[in-house]
T-cell receptor, first 110, second 119 residues
């Protein structure tokens, strides 16, 4: 069965530090991959997506993600975190429907 | 482009009443619309998938008689929570995939969500 795993429930980083949020998936074929961010009480905002081609994907707000087929991973990275990046981050995979990971809550220390 | 709206953004209703949430694709025709439910500090759980003019397909464990979904046109789907109870309080999010043209058929465009509180 298809599944998405975000191993880290909560991550705390200092402002200006680098960030990596992990996402692993289990799927019969290579799915389409997404990262979303959600601020409290708000809807989802798409950060980036991977359908095919270059495995390093650039997104909005300085985020990027790398698709690694051999590891079934699609980790999200940012070289320097800003306080405004504090939010909940969801990895998602899609084919005929979309499945979300449990989410990773990012806290940014001043 | 690819904007999805939801109305209302928040609603409070009394236990036993019904409440309807609308999901509209504003600038595209939606092949399929999805409804998700999100409890506080949890992920999104797919409730049902609906195609225009067809009955919705509900996920296992979702009561179809309680959560009525109508997808009457290519731009509008509604979710009606019938005989609402406090445990139905949640954040409901809809999404849509585009019929033709730009993007990928599997990419979903999300609405801003509706906060339902049942007292």
């Amino acid at each position: 069965a298809q599944s998405v795993t975000q191993p880290d429930i909560h991550i705390t980083v200092s402002e200006g530090a680098s960030l990596e949020l992990r996402c692993n998936y289990s799927y019969g074929a290579t799915p389409y991959l997404f990262w979303y961010v959600q601020s409290p009480g708000q809807g989802l905002q798409l950060l980036l997506k991977y359908f095919s081609g270059d495995t390093l994907v650039q997104g909005i707000k300085g985020f990027e993600a790398e698709f690694k087929r051999s590891q079934s991973s699609f980790n999200l990275r940012k070289p320097s975190v800003h306080w405004s990046d504090a939010a909940e981050y969801f990895c998602a995979v899609a084919r005929n429907d979309m499945r979300f990971g449990a989410g990773t809550r990012l806290t940014v220390k001043p | 482009g690819a904007v999805v709206s939801q109305h209302p953004s928040w609603v409070i209703c009394k236990s036993g009443t019904s409440v309807k949430i609308e999901c509209r694709s504003l600038d595209f025709q939606a092949t399929t619309m999805f409804w998700y439910r999100q409890f506080p500090k949890q992920s999104l759980m797919l409730m049902a998938t609906s195609n225009e003019g067809s009955k919705a397909t509900y996920e296992q464990g979702v009561e179809k008689d309680k959560f009525l979904i109508n997808h009457a046109s290519l731009t509008l789907s509604t979710l009606t929570v019938t005989s609402a109870h406090p445990e139905d309080s949640s954040f409901y999010i809809c999404s849509a995939t585009e019929l033709t043209g730009r993007g990928n058929a599997y990419e979903q465009y999300f609405g801003p969500g509706t906060r339902l509180t049942v007292t």
